[in-house]
């Protein structure tokens, strides 16, 4: 059994990226707490942890719930131990333009997805702060800085972390903590959101390429917890972006509302009876795992798929350039 490091806690960790990070934190040495609101998948998220000779401890809890999450690090800490290492893992996202969102579906989306990593934070920094060490590992995104169509609860969410993600580290710097504040920002991922989140579409949700395995993304998130970097963007075209976002975000504004539509959605219907995450767990009887259906074009920035679509997002960067162009020069003539 590899050394043990600590006891670390992963929120969203009955399937997905957190399921993926509370196997490797568990290879890694670590004891770990898993807490979603879906049993089937908890339980075999903690078996996966026993398999490899660390101790588990299962918690369900919904994250958009702060006295939920309080009595989680509670009875965590009582058993298995001070949590060294805080991921702050879980989310949710709707398929939709934003008009045919109800407000309480945008809502909901908002309090798992931002707040959720809020009342975390309040946990896990309400009992390292006065041990005056511990690293909390929030997990953003990319969409947090080039916001596309279609998914406008989610980018609002993940560009509220980042908000919140430095004026709390900036608070932590201030009083000279030592607790680490860590923030990882991911691609498209293959995880099992895309077969229950919410959607209005008839078309199955998918993630926007270039598509990476979870435990890619799991494997920069326990980098991190063990480094304490400030922000990692995964993913070389994701960095790519996020610069140009900065750079220019007129045209990166323009190439969402050309690209990033219809390659959300892919070919095969959507199943009427497939279940939907929003309000009530979807793997509370059946485990789904860490791996969504795009297993065969997942391959990252050097899949075929993905390589092959490179033409195409050419041709829609150059008429973004042309539109944007158009859109400045109406403004300056219209002064």
Not at 151 to 157: D, F, I, K, M, V
Not at 194 to 222: G, K, L
Not at 300 to 326: I, W
Request: hydrophobic share 45%; proline share 5%; net charge neutral.
């Amino acid at each position: 059994m590899t050394t043990g490091r600590g006891v670390a806690v992963v929120t969203g960790a009955s399937a997905g990226v957190g399921r993926a990070t509370a196997l490797l934190l568990a290879e890694s040495g670590f004891d770990v707490a898993v807490v979603a609101r879906g049993r089937a998948g908890l339980e075999a998220a903690a078996k996966d942890v026993e398999s490899t000779g660390r101790r588990s401890l299962v918690w369900r809890a919904d994250v958009a719930d702060p006295a939920a999450l309080d009595d989680a690090a509670e009875r965590i800490e009582s058993d298995l131990g001070p949590v060294d290492v805080w991921v702050n893992n879980a989310m949710t996202t709707i398929f939709a333009p934003f008009t045919e969102i109800d407000p309480a579906e945008f809502r909901r989306a908002v309090e798992v997805t931002f707040l959720g990593q809020v009342w975390g934070t309040r946990a896990a920094l309400a009992r390292m702060q006065p041990r005056d060490r511990g690293t909390i590992v929030n997990v953003g995104s990319a969409l947090g800085f080039v916001s596309i169509p279609l998914q406008s609860p989610y980018c609002a969410s993940k560009a509220a972390c980042r908000a919140f993600h430095d004026s709390v580290r900036a608070e932590l710097l201030h009083a000279g903590s030592r607790v680490r504040l860590s923030l990882v920002h991911l691609p498209g991922v293959n995880t099992t959101q895309f077969s229950w989140c919410r959607s209005v579409f008839r078309r199955h949700p998918r993630p926007v390429a270039p598509v990476y395995q979870p435990e890619v993304a799991a494997r920069r998130i326990v980098d991190v917890a063990v480094d304490g970097r400030r922000a990692k963007v995964v993913g070389s075209w994701n960095s790519l972006l996020v610069a140009a976002a900065k750079l220019v975000p007129g045209v990166a504004n323009q190439y969402a509302s050309i690209g990033a539509w219809d390659t959300q959605l892919a070919d095969e219907p959507l199943s009427p009876d497939r279940p939907v995450n929003l309000w009530e767990p979807a793997d509370d009887d059946a485990d789904f795992g860490a791996h969504g259906i795009f297993d065969d074009e997942a391959g990252g920035v050097l899949d075929r798929r993905f390589l092959r679509s490179l033409p195409s997002t050419g041709r829609d960067l150059a008429l973004a350039v042309g539109r944007r162009a158009r859109e400045v020069a109406a403004r300056v003539g219209a002064a």
